[in-house]
């Protein structure tokens, strides 16, 4: 918003909702249009100069294989004439993972006695309402810390994450009892997994294959991630709030009962990138200004373009990218 709604009443921007982009059309190799289709018509937008890919790590791959290019046996098995035969479109997933330990608390005093209690949660309504206080105003993460899983580490790996509150699955109902989180995200992941569509049919979600947990160093730091959030769990200063640990129990204590929690109760932190990753190598999907290799008129823009996951969060570095990218799309247009 910060970025349109300054723009909105200039001539050269038209906005379109509730539109789903079918495909980009080529003349050879170079990109002129994008097909999509709106309240059950297909439009065509026809571009000048180029166009601008932003669907993100997952929309942003998809589009492309679904236009033409990507990897050919793929694009073959769906009938989709090839473009340009692209492998590395969709390859190269990466998504940070965290895992949760749930615990039961002794005092209530946790976000879950608020939602769980009619008078406490029309209270904290009206708290934010009159004076902009209360459970309302905080973020689900209230606190973390940074750790290195060996001392052999330059920097940490593992980043600790402290909620007021439990659940089963992230966005679900809140636990009956008084529980609060802690979860590990590992923040160097090496695994990489992949995007690939399952239909020539826009409308049909592509496959995604994630792959969390696949190298050693990655096992690794989870099973070590999880020892260091439970010594911080028992320590002296929680003693008064702690009851006993939920998930995943005082039964799993092993290295391998432990990763065995990780693989079963992992999840996305909604970090993905990759898919169109920047390089000069045959999988690189974009170059130094975020061009296409092989294509003329087509740019990406988003988090799929970053060539490695970063330690933290995803959403600065993408501005970031956008904005250089707006820079660079200027300085070519001016050549």
């Known amino acids: 918003p910060i970025y349109l709604r300054p723009a909105k ?22 990109a ?40 050919a046996d793929l694009l073959k098995s769906h009938g989709i004439e090839i473009v340009l035969d692209a492998p590395g479109v969709g390859h190269d997933l990466q998504d940070h993972m965290q895992v949760r330990l749930v615990t039961r608390c002794a005092q209530r005093v946790t976000l ?32 973390g810390a940074f750790f290195k899983t060996s001392p052999r580490l330059a920097t940490p790996d593992i980043q600790i994450h402290f909620l007021p509150f439990s659940t089963d699955k992230m966005g679900e109902k809140l636990h009956s009892f008084s529980g609060f ?27 995604i294959r994630i792959n969390y947990l696949a190298t050693e160093t990655d096992r690794t730091a989870f099973i070590e991630g ?8 028992a320590a002296p200063a929680l003693k008064p709030y702690v009851v006993d640990e939920v998930y995943p129990g005082s039964k799993v204590v092993s290295d391998e009962d432990i990763l065995a929690f990780c693989r079963q109760t992992g999840s996305t932190v909604y970090h993905p990138t990759s898919t169109c990753r920047m390089g000069n190598d045959q999988l690189a999907v974009v170059d130094q200004r975020l ?14 373009v970053m060539p490695d996951l970063m330690s933290g969060n995803t959403n600065a570095p993408t501005i970031m990218i956008a904005e250089k990218a707006a820079d660079m799309i200027v300085e070519d247009a001016r050549r």
């Open 291 to 304: 061009r296409v290799r092989g294509i003329e008129g087509l740019r990406v823009v988003d988090a799929s």
């Open 226 to 233: 999880v020892k260091i959030l439970r010594k911080i769990l």
């Open 32 to 71: 002129r249009a994008v097909e999509y289709r709106q309240n059950g018509t297909l439009r065509t937008a026809r571009a000048a100069k180029e166009i601008l890919v932003s669907g993100g790590a997952y929309n942003s791959p998809q589009l492309l294989q679904l236009s033409g290019v990507g990897p």
């Open 181 to 207: 989180t802690a979860s590990v995200c590992q923040l160097r992941p090496e695994s990489r997994g992949s995007l690939r569509i399952k239909s020539a049919d826009p409308k049909v979600a592509p496959e």
């Open 9 to 30: 009443s200039r001539g050269n921007l038209h906005v379109e909702t509730s539109a789903l982009a079918q495909r980009i059309v080529f003349e050879g190799r170079r």
């Open 112 to 143: 879950n006695d608020v939602v769980n209690n009619p008078l406490r949660r029309i209270m904290a309504g009206l708290r934010y309402a009159a004076f902009r206080k209360g459970p309302l105003t905080i973020a689900a993460g209230t606190s």
